[in-house]
C-alpha cells in the first residue's frame, strides 16, 4: 500500500517592495476662451471633490498657464474623470478639455 503524504503548509510573506503598485495618471484641464471660470470651478468641485479654495487655485492655473492638473488617479479612474468632464461640459454647451498623461 502506498502512503499518502501532506505536502507541509508554506506560508509565505511578501516583502512589501515586490508588489507593484498601479502607474497613475495625472488628470488635465485644459484652456480655451469659452469656458467660463465659474463651469470650471464647479466641475473640480463636483468630479474631482475639490474644496472651493483649491478649485479656485487650479481654474486660475488653468486659465493663466493653460492647463491645470485636477486630480492624479489610477488609469481607470482616470479615464472615467475625463469622461465625466466631457459629458458636463458637453451638456452644458463648453468646450472645456480634459486629458490625462502619465505620472
Known amino acids: 500500500m502506498s502512503q499518502l503524504t501532506t505536502p507541509k503548509e508554506r506560508t509565505e510573506i511578501r516583502d512589501a517592495t515586490e508588489a ?5 495618471y495625472k488628470v488635465l484641464l485644459l484652456n480655451d476662451n469659452y469656458t ?12 474631482f471633490n475639490k474644496n472651493h479654495v483649491n478649485a479656485e487655485r487650479i481654474m486660475l492655473s488653468v486659465h493663466q498657464k493653460g492647463t491645470g492638473v485636477a486630480g492624479v488617479y489610477v488609469k481607470d479612474i482616470a479615464e472615467m474623470k475625463c469622461d465625466a468632464v466631457q459629458r458636463l461640459a458637453q451638456t452644458q454647451g463648453f468646450p472645456l478639455c480634459c486629458d490625462m498623461e502619465p505620472e
Open 36 to 47: 467660463t471660470t465659474e463651469f470650471v470651478v464647479m466641475v473640480l468641485e463636483q468630479v
Open 20 to 24: 507593484k503598485r498601479p502607474p497613475l
